[in-house]
């Protein structure tokens, strides 16, 4: 009988673990997946790229559907550029508005005559290792 306990307690640990990797975000393009929970973990994987390419696309999940990948999105932004313009993820489309102008508005002053420094800088880098 005891043979059998060990059958049942890891059936479920295999019919669940091989799908467990599908909401696992990939690389940072991975913010636009249907997903809220892919979304917002892929904004984390911005901290791989250059400032050109991350900064607008965590202003852009600033007006994301979801409140957790805002929250995500405006983290990252704090932390990477130690600007803080008084973003409240889970307030209402209006309110969130004017912080949102804000960001924009920094980061088209901040990054006025920015340019890649090599057509390399131009992509998206993965974190994963090949």
């Known amino acids: 009988m005891d043979g059998w306990r060990r059958v049942l307690f890891a059936l479920p640990l295999l019919l669940v673990g091989p799908g467990c990797g599908s909401l696992t975000p990939r690389n940072f ?13 892929a904004v984390g994987m ?42 409240v993820p889970w307030a209402e489309t209006v309110e969130r508005g004017a912080a949102v102008s804000k960001w924009k508005a ?5 990054s006025k005559g920015q340019k890649p420094d090599s057509p390399e800088d131009g992509m998206v880098r993965s974190r994963r290792k090949r």
């Open 106 to 110: 920094w980061w088209q002053a901040k």
């Open 46 to 87: 911005g901290d791989d790229q250059p400032d050109w390419v991350a900064i607008p696309a965590w202003i852009a999940r600033l007006d994301d559907k979801d409140a957790v990948v805002r929250m995500a999105a405006n983290e990252s932004l704090k932390g990477r550029t130690g600007q803080d313009f008084g973003f």
């Open 29 to 41: 393009r991975a913010m636009m997946h249907p997903a809220p929970v892919v979304r917002a973990g």
